[in-house]
């Protein structure tokens, strides 16, 4: 695999040779990437093979295996993700615009394909909304005290809260009745 991508091609002509092109991207090159990570540490390596089916439409199989490092919602604390992306997406020309498609299609415009750009943007839909350990043992026993004591039971700080927020009050007036 070579250590390097070019940055865009015209993936038109590269699926009229079958081209297949391999490289390895840092993360710390992804930045929108990068926005939602807790590190910019370590590397993705993609592969992108150009192809056309038998009604002669442009394909782009973009495969894509690394990890990052996303920040727990629950501890805050960072966690390691695994990527292992498969997709099989049709090119359309900007150009011509893109009427009624069923599937994912990724838009040429007159620069080519910017091949980060679709990494990237792959890897951004594939991370998880609200990124958390598996499991709340794996969160950081200090950080994630607040979440449970004793098994099921909410902490006090959560129990003060709640009776000062909107439904404790509406349950103080429930309960006057």
Request: proline share 4%; aromatic share 6%; charged share 35%.
């Amino acid at each position: 695999m070579s250590d390097r991508l070019a940055q865009r091609i015209d993936p038109f002509k590269a699926a009229d040779q079958g081209r297949v092109l391999q490289g390895r991207v840092p993360v710390d090159q992804l930045h929108r990437l990068c926005e939602a990570l807790a590190d910019k540490l370590g590397e993705i390596d993609a592969s992108f093979e150009f192809e056309r089916d038998n009604a002669g439409r442009a394909f782009v199989v973009l495969d894509c295996r690394g990890a990052v490092n996303l920040r727990c919602e629950r501890c805050l604390g960072a966690f390691r993700r695994e990527i292992a992306l498969h997709q099989r997406m049709p090119l359309a020309d900007a150009r011509f615009g893109i009427k009624d498609a069923d599937e994912d299609v990724v838009s040429v415009g007159e620069d080519g394909l910017f091949m980060r750009d679709l990494i990237e943007d792959e890897i951004l839909l594939a991370l998880p909304l609200i990124p958390r350990h598996a499991t709340i043992e794996a969160c950081d026993p200090d950080a994630a005290a607040w979440l449970v004591k004793d098994g099921n039971e909410k902490s006090e700080g959560l129990q003060a809260d709640s009776a000062s927020g909107p439904f404790g009050v509406l349950r103080t007036l429930k309960d006057k009745d």
